[in-house]
């Protein structure tokens, strides 16, 4: 198994109760933790909140489904930034087989309104394939920086850059995608997709990425970059997480939510693990630092 050891407790959040709850975007917020993450049965991102990452409290609704609009039938695969004293989400919508990223913000972050009634990006490119999905995002000297998964709608296929000035007009970079699945790594031999990107200050940008040894089976893996976008180094130690056979993730380990525990000097990760249908949020944490 990889250098992170799973929670005894877990799932933390999700279960017979409350059914689905997936790829979850992670924050500190008043010594608090927000965790931002897509209800599946509500077809909705709701938020819960913690003080030790384990025990979380019940779901609330953030953004409900929009079916007139065309393209919002579904909503998922959020994440949430504070800037200024305005709460800034980027989300997947999806509605007949494809997605499309839209934007909304809350002065309260839990009470959420549409600032765009079209997708703030869509898939454009014959390797964008069907879909633009899990937006993360970053903001660093007055520029918008996004990491997007594009591909297919079930499950993607590669992750890409954009960049923008008011978090709602985005400019692609011109190379992308950024990162694309290495064949000769058996866990992720036919895709990538789900990053969550961190800055740091020792190891650049660390980009945890979801790496499917094929379309029903993945773990998650970091990669490493000095300016986030090119020159991406796989960590020695892919992947970090895997499922574990006869527990509650032994068919997939999906979509990382990453911080750095400086009190507690740990990495603590959370990710959707599924057995057959059910599919639920876990814990998984780390005291090795450098992850290379």
């Known amino acids: 198994m990889g250098i992170f050891k799973k929670y005894s407790g877990n799932p933390v959040l999700g279960g017979e109760d409350l059914g689905t709850l997936f790829d979850a975007y992670v924050s500190v917020e008043n010594k608090m933790l927000r965790m931002d993450y897509s209800y599946r049965s509500k077809k909705s991102c709701a938020v819960s909140f913690s003080d030790d990452g384990k ?3 019940q779901p609330v609704i953030t953004l409900e489904p929009n079916p007139k609009s065309g393209w919002e039938n579904d909503i998922n695969r ?3 930034l504070r800037i200024d004293g305005v709460y800034k989400m980027w989300y997947t919508g999806q509605a007949n087989g494809h997605s499309w990223i839209g934007y909304a913000e809350s002065t309260d972050g839990y009470h959420f309104e549409r600032k765009s009634n079209t997708p703030v990006l869509s898939f454009e490119y014959g390797w964008e394939g069907d879909s633009v999905m899990n937006p993360c995002v970053l903001y660093e000297d007055g520029t ?3 990491w997007y998964s594009a591909g297919d709608t079930y499950e ?12 709602v007009h985005w400019t692609k970079w011109e190379n992308n995608p950024i990162f694309i699945c290495k064949k000769e790594n058996y866990f992720e031999q036919d895709r990538i997709g789900g990053c969550n990107i961190i800055k740091t200050n020792d190891m650049g940008y660390l980009m ?7 379309i029903d089976t993945a773990r998650i893996c970091v ?6 976008i090119t020159d991406w180094e796989r960590s020695p130690y892919n992947p970090l997480v895997e499922p574990s056979h006869g527990e509650w993730d032994e068919d997939a380990c999906y979509k990382p939510a990453v911080i750095w525990n400086d009190a507690e000097k740990k990495w603590m990760l959370w990710y959707n693990g599924r057995r057959q249908h059910d599919e639920y949020i876990g814990l998984a944490e780390c005291s090795k630092r450098d992850l290379f």
């Open 208 to 214: 945890f990425y979801i790496g499917y040894e094929d």
């Open 78 to 80: 959020n994440c949430v």
């Open 223 to 228: 990669a490493r970059s000095g300016n986030g």
């Open 156 to 167: 993607p296929n590669v992750i890409a850059y954009a960049e923008s000035k008011d978090g």
């Open 144 to 146: 918008y920086k996004m």
């Open 55 to 57: 025990n979380w409290s």
